[in-house]
């Protein structure tokens, strides 16, 4: 059997501390773009491939854990969302 090879675009980031985004759809890529071009507004972002960062919720006494897709900082707020 041989090495299966998935190509997906790719782009370097500007405030990232992970140099690459893989994209692995249209809407990952625009956001993205747009979190790399708001200086204003975000100071730093990160996409959680491989990353392990999870958030535990809790709704109607049931607990969930939920991987967002995206980590952004915002420096107004002075805390990390997710997307």
């Given amino acids: 059997m041989g090495i299966m090879r998935r190509v ?14 893989v994209f692995d759809s249209r809407w990952e890529a625009s956001e993205a773009f747009e979190l790399d071009r708001n200086r204003g507004l975000v100071s730093a972002w990160a996409k959680n491939d491989h990353l392990g960062f999870e958030v535990t919720c809790s709704f109607k006494s049931v607990i969930r854990k939920f991987r967002p897709i995206i980590w952004s900082a915002f420096p107004t707020a002075g805390c990390w969302c997710s997307k």
């Fill in 8 to 21: 997906r675009p790719c782009e370097l980031t500007q405030r990232s501390h992970i140099n690459m985004c």
